[in-house]
């Protein structure tokens, strides 16, 4: 109940205040009071607006970015059409086979050398 009755004061007060000039030494308070909503609601739309305005502007340079990707790297066709067939790279039947050749281009390999690289093997080739 005395909230209620201080509103009405308060109403009243406001009410006075807004018809007698802003001079009147009496209604200081209230357009002080007054003054800082106005500034507070203003500040409140001005951060709502470039709020809005970043939002945009964020969006509008994460899309660029993405064309920009989307530029970079070929369509989906050519991508496509250049595609590798990962099926015939590891179509190994079993780990023993993956052994024996490893083993057989190892041995390749050494013969290989042996026959590019003079004295690979050891031996020294030539007149004694």
């Given at each position: 109940m005395e909230t209620i009755r201080?509103?009405?004061?308060?109403?009243?007060?406001s009410l006075q205040c807004a018809r007698?000039?802003?001079?009147?030494?009496?209604?200081?308070?209230?357009?002080?009071?007054?003054?800082?909503?106005?500034?507070?609601?203003?500040?409140?739309?001005?951060?709502?607006?470039?709020?809005r305005m970043m939002r945009n502007l964020l969006a509008v340079r994460a899309e660029r970015i993405r064309v920009a990707e989307r530029a970079r790297v070929a369509?989906?066709?050519?991508?496509?059409?250049?595609?590798?067939?990962?099926?015939?790279l590891f179509a190994v039947s079993s780990q023993e086979d993956v052994e024996q050749r490893i083993k057989r281009a190892l041995e390749e390999r050494k013969k290989k050398d042996q026959w590019q690289r003079p004295g690979a093997s050891g031996k020294k080739e030539g007149p004694e």
């Open positions: 201080r509103l009405e004061v308060l109403w009243a007060y007698a000039p802003a001079s009147a030494p009496a209604c200081d308070p209230f357009w002080t009071g007054a003054g800082i909503v106005a500034v507070a609601a203003v500040a409140l739309v001005a951060l709502y607006i470039l709020r369509d989906e066709d050519t991508m496509a059409q250049y595609k590798a067939d990962t099926d015939k």
